[in-house]
């Protein structure tokens, strides 16, 4: 894990084997650091959307170990899982019984934006979160 500072952008950095159980123990690690950086109002959105991202990983990935990075903007925050597997992220529209297929459109509704980056490894899957504005108070 690494927490560094540049020019107000601070950033965290995660590798780890994608299973149900490191999924938990992740979403709490990340709830803190949001917390911490005064980005709780995001906390919801960031970790349902990571917990679909390493959902992912642990269902299409040849490999469960991926890189887990959050940036903290002035705009708001980029969430991206990194992974071993080419094959970019699939919006579906699954039918009412399907018990599967809705993560990515989940993911399609809650982050302002999103996109895929290949690499020499295979891919990285970004999402962007802007920054909800803050009440001032008279």
Not at 33 to 51: E, K, N, P, Y
Not at 82 to 108: F, K, N
Request: charged share 25%; glycine share 4%.
């Amino acid at each position: 894990m690494t927490t560094t500072l540049e020019a107000h952008v601070q950033r965290y950095e995660q590798s780890l084997d994608a299973c149900p159980e490191a999924i938990a123990t992740v979403r709490r690690i990340v709830r803190t650091i949001l917390f911490l950086w005064d980005r709780a109002d995001l906390s919801d959105d960031v970790t349902l959307c990571l917990t679909e991202l390493l959902t992912n990983v642990v269902k299409h990935a040849t490999c469960p170990a991926c890189l887990i990075s959050i940036q903290d903007k002035p705009t708001g925050l980029r969430l991206a899982v990194a992974d071993t597997e080419p094959a970019p992220p699939v919006v579906r529209r699954p039918g009412h019984l399907s018990e599967t297929g809705r993560g990515m459109a989940l993911i399609e509704k809650t982050a302002h934006r999103w996109g895929v980056e290949w690499t020499l490894s295979g891919k990285r899957v970004w999402l962007e979160f802007r920054a909800v504005p803050q009440a001032v108070s008279a």
